[in-house]
């Protein structure tokens, strides 16, 4: 992962150094805040998910087995034919009761495991990313077609290095 960084980071700086040379300085301020704040972006975003997912199963969810087997089946072709009996209300009702405590269950497990959703790592880059548009834009600097490229740029980077950083924790 490093050998990626040190890559991007030498082919950002010949690329600065190609653009300040021919004046074109304001075109690089433009790639590069678009592609730090994209990069940022999507790196909070793929942290803030991360630790979504661990809460999650801290909290016990995703170990129900019966909805693996309702995707699997769900009309229930392969089971045993069972002996169709009409249900008495009180057997409907218990049924319900039992539907909605889960819900209610599933309910507080989720509000348990937000707190990744409302990460200040996901909303401080896209705080980033207005303030650096508005920035160039009042200073009338904007080249959006820069600017583009760099938040094109910064998604690339950011889903090679971070499926380098999974693959090497996967691999641990």
Request: hydrophobic share 45%; aromatic share 14%.
């Amino acid at each position: 992962m490093r050998k990626i960084l040190y890559r991007t980071l030498v082919l950002t700086l010949v690329f600065a150094s190609v653009l300040f040379a021919f004046g074109y300085g304001h075109w690089f301020l433009n790639f590069a805040l678009a592609f730090f704040s994209s990069m940022l972006i999507l790196f909070g975003t793929f942290s803030g998910y991360h630790r979504m997912v661990q809460k999650r199963l801290e909290a016990g969810e995703g170990e129900d087995e019966s909805l693996l087997e309702e995707i699997e089946d769900p009309y229930a072709l392969y089971e045993d034919e069972k002996a169709t009996q009409e249900p008495t209300s009180a057997q409907l009702l218990q049924e319900e009761k039992k539907r909605l405590k889960e819900s209610k269950q599933t309910l507080k497990k989720t509000l348990k495991s937000s707190s990744g959703i409302f990460s200040p790592w996901r909303f401080l880059p896209y705080i980033v990313l207005v303030m650096s548009f508005i920035g160039l834009k009042n200073n009338h600097i904007l080249d959006i077609p820069a600017f583009l490229l760099g938040l094109a740029g910064g998604i690339i980077f950011a889903v090679i290095v971070s499926k380098a950083w999974i693959e090497q924790r996967s691999t641990l």
